[in-house]
């Protein structure tokens, strides 16, 4: 990659500020990002690696602030965080060998349910509930799963984390939010680690990135902490559905591929 001017590091540097916002809060901070790292110029292959720098920047910061009001379980998350970790190194080793049209045909689906669920369910809300399955049925199944698609795509993945410890551990939504954070930065990092030993990670630009969303990290995380469900629920049902539109309205998507043949 070429030479980066003042003003284009001043527009994703802003850029980056309000997704780490975002990404603090409900994630699809990405779906800020990469659009602007694509305009700038970047290759899709450079804008994608460069992204996870700016990302895991986001979630470390959002970990760090949760961390430090205790809402962290750290005995029992680090062990999830280490399979997240892995499954997203997992992951980016098999972009290649995925069909790209399955994620862009399922992952709208599963955005929208997302979206409808944190809408309507009267089980989100700020305290526990019962758990539906074990710790270790837990840790073998959703960060895996999680983990995996994040290292390979990765909109939405803070999302699906999310319904991951509402629905199934009954976390109530800021100590499901903290937690989330601590595997999205695992997962992150994961797959940025294999990125960056390709060459494709554009270092400049995405430490830049990274420095304005650490600092709108830090604020999202504080008001999430502080304001519990009556932002965090319709922040995420609304980054939610805006991450489903925007996969729809690709014109490769296979959804809009198969409407515009019946009409």
Known sequence: MGDFGFDMLAALAAISLLAGFVDSIAGGGGLLTLPALLLAGFDPAHAIATNKVQGS??????????????LINWRAALPLAAIAFMSGIAGALSVRFLPRPVLDAVIPVLLIGIAL?????????????????????FGLTAPVAIGFYDGIFGPGAGSFYMLAFVMLL???VVRATAHTKLLNLSSN??????????????????????GASFIGAQIGSRLAIRLGS?????????VSSLMALRLLID????WRQALRALF
């Open 251 to 254: 014109p490769a998507n296979p």
């Open 117 to 137: 669920f944190f809408a309507f369910s009267p089980k989100v809300r700020d305290a526990d509930a019962s758990a539906r399955m074990t710790a270790l049925t």
């Open 230 to 238: 009556r932002l965090i629920r319709p922040l995420l049902v609304a």
């Open 170 to 172: 009954g976390y109530g």
């Open 57 to 70: 920047f986001a979630a470390a910061s959002a970990t760090y602030a949760f961390g430090r009001k205790g």
């Open 189 to 210: 990092l994961g797959s940025l680690l294999l990125f960056a030993s390709t060459g494709t990670v554009v270092w400049p630009v995405g430490l830049v990135m990274a």
